[in-house]
C-alpha cells in the first residue's frame, strides 16, 4: 500500500476514497429509487454496479491528474512550507466541493429526468439564469448550500483530525516513489482518453442499470464532447439515392408533385384545392403546451379531473387520439412542428449553427401572405429560441432581460412589459399572461386585415410548478397536477376572451404538446412517454372528429393545410393524417441518441453504435420485446433518418431563392 500511496499521497488517497464512497452512496439511492424498474437479476445487479466501479475510478482519475502533477513536481524541501499548505488546503477544499456540488446536483438532475448528467446538463450551464432560477423556486436552495457546505467542512475537519495533512506536509517522499505511484492514475487517463467511452455503460436492454451503471461526472463531459453526432458516421446507412428514393416514395401521392425525382431533394408543390374546395386563409393561433402527456387528460383515462376544458375543447376539435412527440425537450418539438422533420441525432436543430433561412411551416403561411409571430414568456435567448424563430421569419414577443438579437437577424421584437406580467417565475410569466399579449396584438394585426400565424410557447407546466394563487383548487407550487389545472385553466381564459373579439370566428386554434412531462422508463424508448394530445379548435366547415390513425407531431400542419385546401411549396416531411391510408401511419421517436421508427405496434431503434433493434411493442403494458428484422421496416426507418441528418447538413432544408 505505502508504493500505491506513499507518505505524501495521503490527501491524494482521502480525495479518491471520499469520491468513491459518495458515487457508491448515489448509485445505492438510484436504485432504491427505481426499485420497481430495475432489472435486479444477480448477474445484472453485479454488472451494473462493477461498470459503474470501473467509470468512477475514469472520473475521479481525471479529476486527480492536477493534484498529482502538483504532488510529483514539487520539490521535497518545500514540503509543509507556506506556499505547500496554502495550495494544498485550498486545492483539497475546491476538489471536496466539487465532488459535494455534484452529488446534491445528480440528484436534482434524477428527480427531473430520471438520468444522469447528459446534453441538457451541458445546456444548462449556458443558461444559468433560468436554470439557477428554477433550481431557487423548485428546491429549498439554502438549506442545500448550507449542507454543502456543512458537509465540505466536516470533510475538512476529519481529514485535518485523522492527521493526513500532518502526513503530507512532514513526508520525506522522494521523487520515484511519488513517480511509481503517479504511474497507474496516468495509465488510466490514457486508456479512458483512448478506449472508454460513455455508450459502453450501456450494456443492460433496461434503460435504468445503464443510467446506474454510469458516472454523473464522466456522463457530464462526455455529453460536452458529442452534443451533435453526424448520421452518416454513427448510425447503420443504406446508399443516399436509394434512402432518398424510399423517403420519396413514401411522400408521393395524388396531391404531391415533385420537380424531378432525380435529385437528392423533397421539394415538392402540394395540391389540396379543387373545383369545390376552395382554400381559406383564417388566422391560425398555435399553443405549444410545455410538458402536457395524452394521460394528463380525461380522454387518455385520466381520472383526477384537472384538464376539464382540454376535455371539453378534445369534443369539438378534430382530436388526435394516436400522436406522438418526436422528441423529449421543448426544442426537439419545436423542430419537429416547425421543420416537419424526423428527429436528427446530438442536439436539436434550433440549437444548432447554420439554422437560418430554413424551410418551416412559416415559409408556407408566407406564401399566403401571413404576418408570423413567435409568442414566449420568458427570454427567447434561451435555448437559441429567438435566433432560430427570428432567423426563419418570425417577429419574436417575449419578456426580454436585455439579451440581444444576432445582428445579422432582420426581426421586430416586442417586449411583455412589467405593467403586462402578473405572475412569473423561472421559465417566465404564467400563461395567462402570455394569453393576454397574443389577444392584445391579435387585436393589432386585425385592424391591418392582414392575416397572422401566432406560435405561443407556454411555460407554466413546468417545475417549479408555480402560478398566480387562486385561479383552480389546488395551491401553487403543489405538484404537476396543479400546473396542468393551472395550464388547462388558462386556456379556457384566453378562448373565453378571443370569443369576444371580431377576429374569433376567422381564427383556428391548434394546441398540441412539445414532448410528455417524462421521458423515463425502462426501455430503450420508452414508447408511452411520447403519446402527446393535439387538436384543432374552430376549422370552418369541419364536424368535431376523433382520428385514431398513428401519427407525429411532424403531421400536425401539413394536415392543417389539407384542411385549409392550400397549394403550397413544400420541404416538409409530414403527411395529411386525414387522408393516411393505413400504410401511411407511422410515428419519430428519439432521444439525442436513440431514434425510433414506429409502425403497426413495431419499432426500429437506430444507435449510434450502427445497431438496429427491432421490437414488438404492447402498449398494454407499454413493453417491448425483440423481434426478428424485417428488412423493408429497417430500409424505410433508416432512409428517414439519413435523409432528414443528409438535408440538414447539406443544405437541403434551406429556403429555395430564385
Known sequence: MSKIFPMRFTLFKAYIGLFLILSFIVRCSFFIWNFSEVDKEAFTLIETFGIGFLFDIATISFFAIPYLAYLLFFPKRFYGSIVDKIITYFGFSIGVLIIFFSFFGEFTFWDEFQRRYNFIAVDYLIYTYEVVKNINESYPLPILISAMLILVLTSLFIVYKLGYFNKTFKSDTTFKPKLIASFPWIVIVVISLMFITNKQADFSENRYNNELAKSGIYSFFAAFRNNELPYNEFYKTIPKEEAFKTVKASLLNSKNAFGNANINSIYRTILNTDSIQKSITPNVIFICIESLSADFLSEFGNKNNISPILDSLANNSLLFLNLYATGTRTVRGMEAITLSIPPTPGRSIVKRKNNQDLFTIGEVFKQKGYERNFFY?????????????????????????????????????TNIEDDEVTFENAWGVCDMDIYNKVLKEADKAYVTGKPFFDFVMTTSNHKPYTYPEGKIDIPSGTGRNGAVKYTDYAIGQFIKKAQQKPWFKNTVFVIMSDHCASSAGRWELDVKNYHIPALIFNLPNQQPEKINKLASQIDVFPTLFSALHWNYKSNLFGNDIMSMQPQDERAFIGNYRKLGYLKDNKILILDEQKNANFYSWNPSDNSLTTIPSEESFEKKSISFYEVSDDLYRNEGLKLKRK
Open 377 to 413: 414568456g420568458g427570454d427567447g435567448y434561451f435555448d437559441n429560441m429567438n435566433t432560430y424563430f427570428g432567423g426563419n421569419g418570425f417577429n419574436i414577443v417575449d419578456r426580454g432581460r436585455g439579451f440581444l438579437l444576432d445582428k445579422n437577424i432582420t426581426t421586430t421584437r
